[in-house]
């Protein structure tokens, strides 16, 4: 087990090197916490050296009691340290002058998971640029990229396909901490806000997080483990159909399927395209929310064998495929609208471009598929090096 002293524990040993007396917003969840699981915004309420104003939640609320993709949190109080709580996934999605009002520098302390449709990358972009816009101080409490910082998959998002699940031209799984996405977005992009990293200390690049002393608490409802974050980034493309991802069990993301699946045949289909580092196991499982709710659906449970080896964007892919070709005439992409993109198929908008749902229904082989991102793979080597902190 390897020691990681996250970015909190390095502010709060001496924040006046970093904020000196200005005051101070937070952005967090349930996740932030220190190395000793104490809430970050109750470490920084009760520190001397810390002039806490104000509190910002992400999705899922400030306390991650929020369960639904696209239910809004409200604004309110916070009941232990009284102060104003402003959601960012709400009316709006970016901290208004008002919210700011009594905010010097705007801290960012949320645990991310390595995938590019994972909301809270874009909260701190969308945070950056209201600091750049009204000269405010922006700083990172790095935290480590729970499934390592080596492996990139996936295609790029396209230009024209931005969204809140994806606002910049990064693979599915970029690599990255949320301390390096942010001096990429920053320079990169040129948002050009006053940004600061408060890097880790221990971290290195290999490392998933239960392979570390890093704190791990839930960062959403539906990412329980870090199991949960390697298998994400491929296995959130099924939000984008009518197929249930284990939404309303105990393992969202890991169980996959349907009530009209044959579980059986699904697993020896997959099982037979002999996927690096995964078992697709046979399964039935009966969601108790969202998805086929009550009712029993057959599917496959996702089973990483070997997490170095291990290639979720694909074997993603390879679930839909599999289920798309011997299912036609009960798979339905999403009927409902994602992340409010009302005009837009939900699949493309998680994928970031048509292209990926147009091989897929034209039957494309998913080697040919993984074959077609690859010098999106290799070119986003050379965009994020730069960036690298680590």
């Keep these: ?79 232990k340290t009284g102060l104003p709580v402003y959601s960012l996934y709400s009316e709006v999605r970016e901290p208004t002058v008002k919210m700011l009002e009594n905010v010097d520098a705007l801290l960012f302390d949320l645990q991310d998971i390595g995938g590019r449709v994972y909301t809270f990358i874009y909260t701190m972009a969308n945070s950056m640029r209201a600091c750049a816009s009204l000269g405010k101080k922006f700083l990172v409490l790095d935290r480590p990229n729970p499934i390592n910082g080596i492996d990139i998959e996936g295609s790029k998002l396209l230009p024209g396909h931005e969204s809140f699940v994806g606002q910049y031209p990064i693979p599915m799984r970029h690599g990255m901490t949320a301390g390096e996405l942010a001096m990429m977005f920053n320079s990169a992009f040129e948002i050009n806000c006053d940004l600061e990293v408060v890097r880790m200390e221990g971290w290195e690049r290999s490392l998933y997080q239960d392979e570390t002393t890093a704190p791990w608490v839930m960062p959403s409802p539906n990412m329980p483990t870090v199991d949960s974050a390697v298998v994400f980034p491929g296995t959130v493309f099924v939000e984008g159909t009518e197929v249930s991802e284990g939404r309303g069990t105990t393992r969202p993301f890991e169980l996959i399927g349907a009530p009209y699946v044959d579980g059986d045949r699904l697993a020896d289909d997959l099982n037979g395209l002999e996927l690096p580092g995964v078992y697709f196991r046979p399964v039935v499982f009966i969601p108790t929310f969202q998805k086929f709710a009550g009712k029993n659906c057959g599917g496959v449970f996702v089973h990483v064998t070997d997490r170095n080896r291990f290639k979720p964007v694909i074997s993603g892919l390879a679930i839909i495929k599999r289920i798309l070709n011997d299912y036609s005439s009960e798979f339905l992409w999403k009927q409902e609208p994602y992340e409010y993109e009302f005009d837009r198929n939900p699949f493309d908008v998680i994928a970031g471009n048509t292209v990926l749902r147009e091989q897929l229904e034209s039957d494309a082989p998913v080697k040919a598929i993984a074959e077609d991102w690859k010098p999106d793979e290799e070119s986003f080597v050379e965009d994020r090096r730069e960036f690298l902190l680590y």
Excluded: W
Aim: hydrophobic content about 35%; aromatic content about 6%; glycine content about 10%.
């Design 1 to 79: 087990m390897k020691s990681v002293i996250v970015g909190i524990d390095r502010f709060a040993a001496n924040p006046s090197q970093f904020t000196g007396d200005l005051r101070v917003g937070l952005i967090c969840n349930q996740a932030s916490v220190n190395s000793s699981f104490h809430y970050t915004a109750d470490v920084l309420a009760e520190h001397p050296s810390v002039n806490l104003t104000t509190l910002f939640g992400p999705q899922h609320g400030i306390r991650g009691d929020v369960q639904d993709n696209m239910i809004e949190s409200g604004h309110s109080v916070d009941g």
